[in-house]
């Protein structure tokens, strides 16, 4: 029963490590968000906090669409739905719905930073103001 239960359990974990399908919605790290700013050259790098927030320190080149103004959808309809869209707020929860938001307008690449921008500057990493 021992050896059923450790399988059981590697094969979950192993299944979680996988690489996820075209249109799932990816948490990653801040490190992993570095990388992408510094290899992708169509990446589209959204803030969904208030403007407020925002001016007071953003990820460099990120733009800022609120995920809780009426006009959200309609702001991000600009954005390529084809081309990889990482989002982020303070901590994970607007991101998170922001997300969910995206993948249900048919973004096929939509990455969440875990933990927020919080997260981020907790790994010391730059913001601009």
């Known amino acids: 029963m021992k050896n059923i239960l450790l399988f059981i359990a590697i ?3 192993v299944a979680s490590c996988q690489n996820k ?15 992408a700013v510094n290899s992708e050259k169509d990446l589209q790098l959204v803030d969904v906090r208030t ?3 925002y001016s007071v320190s953003h990820l460099k080149n990120a733009q800022n669409i609120c995920v809780t103004n009426d006009d959200f959808k309609e702001k991000v309809a600009t ?3 084809d081309e990889p869209v990482y989002v982020y707020c ?19 690449k939509v990455y ?5 921008i919080d997260n981020w500057e907790t790994k010391g990493l730059e913001t601009v103001n």
């Open 11 to 13: 094969t979950s974990l």
């Open 21 to 35: 399908k075209e249109g799932e919605i990816i948490m990653i790290t801040p490190e992993q968000v570095v990388n």
């Open 51 to 53: 403007s407020d927030e």
């Open 79 to 81: 954005l390529d739905k």
């Open 90 to 108: 303070k901590k994970g929860g607007r991101s998170a719905q922001a997300a969910l938001i995206l993948k249900e307008m048919g973004f096929t």
């Open 112 to 116: 969440d930073l875990q933990g927020g």
